[in-house]
C-alpha cells in the first residue's frame, strides 16, 4: 500500500474541507510494513504480495530492494492499480484512514502456487487481511501444513472471519480497535502452549509489534512468548518517537544489545 498522508489541525467533519500544514507520501500496507521491521533486525525475509505496473508499484519494488527483502513473489498487475491508504492525521495524532486495495486483491492461488518452495521452508510465515481472505487462509493452510510458525493479523478487521483461521494461526494478533469480544471466536482459539492471543499497539506501531514478533519467533525460539512481547513491545515503541511508518522503524544496530 503507497500512503497519502496529510497532517491537519484537526480531523474534517462530513461534508467539510480543512487546510492541512503537510502532506508526504509512504510506503505502508500491513504486511510490507511487518516484513520490513523483520528484515531490519537481520531477518531474512520475502514478500508474496501483487502491485499495479505503475509507478507506484515501481517505486514500492525498489523499496523492498533497499530494506533487504527479496521481490522474488512481488508480482505486477495492468489490470489494477497498486494499493493506496488516504490517511489524515490531526495535531493529537489521531487519523481516519480510507484505503483501496487494489492490486492487492488479485493475489491468487496460482501465485502462492509459484512461492510454495518459499513458504513451505520459512521459519514464520505472516498473514493480514489486506489480501482477500481466502487467499491469506490458503497460504496459512500451506504453511501449517509444513510445520510453518503462522503469525495471523486480522486487519482491516471483517465480521465474519472463517474459524479456520483460529485453528491455522500459532499466534493470532489483534490491532487495539479489532481485539476479539466475542467469546465465540475465543472459543476457536488453538489451547496449545504455542497459542497466543496478542493485541498489539496501534497503527504503525502495531505492525513494528508484528514484525519483531516475527523476527523472536523464527531466530530465538527458546525464548519465552512472554519474553518475545516484551522485546516486540520495547522495539515498537521504539518506532514511535520517529516519524512515519516504514521510516520510523528501527535497524537492529540502532537498538540495544541485550535485546539480541
Avoid at 510494513?33 to 509507478?55: F, H, I, P, W
Avoid at 493475489?107 to 489480501?131: G, W
Amino acid at each position: 500500500m503507497t500512503d497519502l498522508v496529510s497532517l491537519t489541525p484537526r480531523l474534517p467533519k462530513t461534508g467539510e474541507t480543512i487546510h492541512g500544514h503537510k502532506f508526504f507520501i509512504g510506503f505502508g500496507g500491513k504486511g510490507a510494513n511487518q516484513c520490513v521491521q523483520a528484515a531490519r533486525l537481520g531477518a531474512k525475509t520475502a514478500m508474496v504480495c501483487k502491485v499495479g505496473k505503475d509507478s507506484f508499484g515501481n517505486d514500492y519494488i525498489e523499496n523492498f530492494k533497499q530494506n533487504d527483502i527479496s521481490t522474488e513473489f512481488t508480482y505486477q498487475t495492468k489490470d489494477a492499480a497498486t494499493g493506496t491508504a488516504s490517511i489524515i492525521v490531526n495535531k493529537e495524532g489521531q487519523n481516519i484512514i480510507v484505503i483501496v486495495a487494489g492490486a492487492n486483491l488479485l493475489l491468487n492461488t496460482e501465485d502462492l502456487r509459484e512461492a510454495a518452495n518459499a513458504i513451505s521452508s520459512a521459519k514464520v510465515m505472516i498473514c493480514q487481511l489486506e489480501v482477500t481472505p481466502a487467499i491469506s487462509l490458503e497460504a496459512l493452510t500451506m504453511a501449517h501444513s509444513s510445520g510453518v510458525k503462522t503469525l495471523f493479523n486480522p486487519a482491516p478487521a471483517t465480521a465474519d472471519l472463517d474459524p479456520r483461521f483460529y485453528t491455522l494461526s500459532d499466534v493470532f494478533c489483534c490491532n487495539e480497535t479489532e481485539n476479539i469480544k466475542d467469546p465465540t471466536c475465543r472459543r476457536n482459539l488453538p489451547h496449545s502452549a504455542d497459542a497466543l492471543q496478542a493485541t498489539a499497539p496501534p497503527q504503525g506501531a502495531g505492525d513494528s509489534f508484528v514484525g519483531a514478533l516475527a523476527f523472536y519467533l523464527a531466530y530465538y525460539p527458546n525464548l519465552s512468548l512472554e519474553e518475545m512481547l516484551k522485546r516486540s513491545n520495547f522495539i515498537a515503541a521504539v518506532s514511535v518517537q520517529a516519524a512515519g511508518t516504514q521510516s520510523s522503524y528501527p535497524y537492529k544496530k540502532d537498538l540495544p544489545l541485550d535485546l539480541f
